[in-house]
């Protein structure tokens, strides 16, 4: 059985957390945040001690980790934790700079060690079924791709100032379906942005609502549609038209009950944010990272997969600054 260890005890950390321990498959043996109350309240609670970083890297009893701490220590952290001898399973994004990213890329491939970031959606049944009757030719080639990603509600500016951007830190999720769903990066993405949600977004550089397009060599499209308010609740769709039909995947409801009177049809609300969304997403992906480093097979997602979707990120940036279209070049891709 695998001894591994967690790096980051906040909100997404405990949600790891929750998915490390419920299989048995591993065994959780320390916990590292650099609010030292937080990592031992969260290593008290599944049985785990709270250590350093640095002594969890030294650790050659420790197989395995999973980072979740702030996204400018991502790529230290995989850079140290692999040169250590040492499997990974970092949260999204890489970094906030490609550059780093592409850094790290390099570091981590030179020793080896497996490396996974981490991209829940693809885990997502609803998304993994729809995925995998594309693959079997189901609607024939892929020609056009729809994603929506709302939130229902904006982070706080705090937060926001710090996270790179939406499209380094909410559309990289959908950056990644569809490189995912395509096969590869896109040669090209032009982005466009709003603050139409809270002015204070606007006032600390960052857009609220935008619309990316991405188009591959072969004149495939991809959509992406990101806002961070929908009343309604946490909006996820995705729609793929081939050549010989449509799959889709709808929201996730809060219950199945539809009401259907003279006055018309009503049914549930999408459930309200990711954690009730994606939970069984995350148990997936935590299985599938143990499933790879224990049969020795390819990560499902890998680090370069990880710098593709940050590349596009960093486009989609790129254009939204310049009013252009951005090409993905081979360099951005590592």
């Known amino acids: 059985m ?32 650099v609010n030292a109350e937080a990592a031992q309240a969260l290593a008290a609670r599944i049985g785990a001690e709270a250590r350093s970083v640095e002594a969890i890297i030294a650790d050659p009893a420790i197989d395995a980790v999973l980072i979740a701490t702030s996204t400018d220590t991502h790529s230290d952290l995989i850079t ?31 020793t080896g060690r497996p490396v996974m970031i981490g991209f829940n959606r693809r885990f997502d049944p609803n998304f993994a079924a729809l995925k995998a009757a ?37 559309m990289i999720h959908d950056f990644d379906m569809a490189c995912w769903i395509f096969g590869g990066a896109p040669a090209r993405v032009t982005a466009h942005g709003s603050s139409l949600v809270d002015p204070a977004i606007g006032d600390a550089g960052d857009v609220d609502t935008a619309a990316v397009t991405m188009v591959w060599e072969d004149g495939r499209i991809a959509v992406i549609k990101n ?24 929201n996730v409801l809060e219950n199945t009950v539809q009401k259907i009177t003279t006055a ?18 995350y148990e997936i992906e935590w299985a599938a990272f143990l499933k790879g480093v224990t049969e020795g097979t390819a990560m499902p997602v890998t680090l370069r997969e990880g710098v593709a979707a940050l590349a596009c990120a960093e486009a989609a940036t790129r254009s939204l600054a ?13």
């Open 134 to 170: 594309f693959d079997a030719g189901e609607i024939g080639d892929g020609e056009l791709l729809s994603i929506t990603s709302f939130d229902p509600a904006p982070p706080p500016v705090d937060y926001v100032k710090v996270s790179g951007g939406l499209f380094r830190d909410m």
């Open 2 to 33: 695998l001894n591994v260890a967690l790096l980051g005890a906040g909100r997404i950390g405990q949600v790891h957390a929750q998915s490390m321990t419920a299989g048995g498959h591993c065994t959780v043996v320390a916990v590292a945040d």
């Open 264 to 281: 018309g049809a009503v049914s549930a609300k999408p459930l309200h944010f990711f954690l009730e969304r994606y939970m069984r997403a």
């Open 322 to 334: 310049q009013g252009t279209t951005v090409a993905i070049t081979p360099d951005m891709l590592g």
């Open 80 to 110: 140290r934790a692999t040169a250590a001898g040492k499997a990974v399973l970092c949260e999204k994004p890489v970094d906030l700079s490609l550059d780093r990213a592409l850094a790290t890329l390099a570091a981590a491939e030179a």
């Open 227 to 250: 806002s961070r308010r929908a009343g309604y609740g946490y909006d996820q769709r995705l729609e793929l038209l081939g050549s010989q039909g449509l799959l889709s995947a709808a």
